[in-house]
Nanobody, 122 residues
Framework: QVQLVESGGGLVQAGGSLRLSCAAS????????MGWFRQAPGKEREFVAS?????VYADSVKGRFTISSDITKSTVILQMNILKAEDTADYYC??????????????????WGQGTQVTVSS
């Protein structure tokens, strides 16, 4: 059973930066696609970025967010720069066993973390 634990959320002013981490355990990290999703109050969960055989970004975060992974630590990082008020949401780490998956459908991901809150004040 894969377990995912997010950390790094918090409160930041617009224009600032935050770094989210997701530590994975219980599986073979190098075989997975790892994704970040977010969900704002009253809205559906939306794709942010993923990394597996390739990296993929939502249009809304391209040029501002960077996803990376450290296989030796089974950790995926989401570096968020130039944050905007509309980035405010709960951010979730997810994993799926198909590392070649490039889509944004959250239902494709088997494992989920508990989430970490990001609040950007304007």
């Amino acid at each position: 059973q894969v377990q995912l634990v997010e950390s790094g959320g918090g409160l930041v002013q617009a224009g600032g930066s935050l770094r989210l981490s997701c530590a994975a355990s219980g599986g073979t990290f190098s075989r997975y696609v790892m994704g970040w999703f977010r969900q704002a109050p009253g809205k559906e969960r939306e794709f942010v970025a993923s990394i597996g055989a390739s990296t993929v970004y939502a249009d809304s975060v391209k040029g501002r967010f960077t996803i990376s992974s450290d296989i030796t630590k089974s950790t995926v990082i989401l570096q968020m720069n130039i944050l905007k008020a509309e980035d405010t949401a709960d951010y979730y780490c997810a994993a799926d066993t198909d590392r070649y998956y490039r889509g944004s459908d959250p239902h494709r991901y088997l494992y989920w973390g508990q989430g970490t809150q990001v609040t950007v004040s304007s």
